[in-house]
T-cell receptor, first 111, second 116 residues
Framework: QKEVEQNSGPLSVPEGAIASLNCTYS??????FFWYRQYSGKSPELIMS????GDKEDGRFTAQLNKASQYVSLLIRDSQPSDSATYLC???????????FGAGTTVTVRA | SAVISQKPSRDICQRGTSLTIQCQVD?????MFWYRQQPGQSLTLIAT?????????ESGFVIDKFPISRPNLTFSTLTVSNMSPEDSSIYLC?????????????FGPGTRLTVT
């Protein structure tokens, strides 16, 4: 089992819709979870971090964490064409700060 | 978050040669990380560079191929040695900062390497 798995893409959503991205992880002791956005040809940009069970909202982004089920999700509300990018889920390995990344989900928002 | 710069931003190199990539941060940081992103792939950690100690390499990466220097708390270099076309990737450095949500990492702009 891979350490971090993301739902396969690509994901195409119409403008204004909700884009839902899922991520599961294998290490039960992981405490913090991160979502990065990567535009084509650019480096990853941290857009959301979460460490408590439940929801965390930041503008149009909502991260949801369920440690018992070992999944973390990212919702993008009112999707805009500028949200078209690859979204990477990252989870620190046990007992250190080194990140394991999922394969990424490419989102395309159709105008 | 810290401002991170990398040089060069891109390069085209011939096989068998070496390239040194520089990473500069605008504040002092304890740990710096080097990642590789192969075409169409996600990020893979190469090594962690702490100032004053030897870099620690991940499985599949060795010091002879990817020597790293960390002379001070704001600078690091990664050398890709004896390059082959399989080394064509984006190389990224990152630094971290402790926050209320854990240790967050931020990435430099990356170095796009093409080996011919």
């Amino acid at each position: 089992q891979k350490e971090v798995e993301q739902n396969s893409g690509p994901l195409s959503v119409p403008e204004g819709a909700i884009a839902s991205l899922n991520c599961t992880y294998s290490d039960r002791v992981s405490q913090s979870f991160f979502w990065y956005r990567q535009y084509s040809g650019k480096s990853p940009e941290l857009i959301m971090s979460i460490y408590s069970n439940g929801d965390k909202e930041d503008g149009r982004f909502t991260a949801q964490l369920n440690k018992a089920s070992q999944y973390v999700s990212l919702l993008i509300r009112d999707s805009q064409p500028s949200d078209s990018a690859t979204y990477l889920c990252a989870v620190p390995r046990s007992n250190d700060y080194k990140l394991s990344f999922g394969a990424g989900t490419t989102v395309t928002v159709r105008a | 978050s810290a401002v991170i710069s990398q040089k060069p931003s891109r390069d085209i190199c011939q096989r068998g040669t070496s390239l040194t990539i520089q990473c500069q941060v605008d504040s002092q940081v304890t740990m710096m990380f080097w990642y590789r992103q192969q075409p169409g792939q996600s990020l893979t950690l190469i090594a962690t560079a702490n100032q004053g100690s030897e870099a620690t390499y991940e499985s599949g990466f060795v010091i002879d191929k990817f020597p790293i220097s960390r002379p001070n708390l704001t600078f690091s270099t990664l050398t890709v040695s004896n390059m082959s076309p399989e080394d064509s990737s984006i190389y990224l450095c990152s630094v971290g900062a402790q926050s209320g949500s854990g240790y967050e990492q931020y990435f430099g702009p990356g170095t796009r390497l093409t080996v011919t």
